[in-house]
């Protein structure tokens, strides 16, 4: 996974320069709940990876997503527990607004 994300930022550096590249980290959704270690350690490299390219942003909304016990918030996701909903969201918006807006 991190290989074919590094691939894609060196192909769009290459065709389009030096620009702001942000990853809005993988959600941890119920419906997709069996693949959370391979969500969880894809979001692991991206960020770290992030912390070494200067032209990379690691966004954290998994976080965000999480209720007290670890599981994902049952409140923001619509009845397909795959996608979410308003109230999902703002709590997007609120996370993603400050990246975008400094740029």
Request: aromatic share 10%; hydrophobic share 45%; net charge positive.
């Amino acid at each position: 996974m991190l290989e074919d994300f590094k691939t894609f930022v060196n192909e769009v550096t290459r065709k389009l320069g030096k620009l702001e590249i942000a990853f809005i980290s993988i959600a941890g959704n119920p419906a997709r709940w069996s693949q959370i270690e391979r969500v969880r350690e894809a979001n692991a490299l991206v960020a770290s990876y992030a912390k070494e390219n200067r032209h990379v942003e690691f966004i954290d909304v998994f976080s965000h997503m999480m209720a007290p016990n670890g599981l994902p918030k049952p409140d923001i996701f619509i009845d397909d527990r795959l996608h979410m909903n308003e109230k999902g969201y703002k709590i997007w918006r609120a996370i993603v607004a400050p990246y975008v807006m400094k740029r």
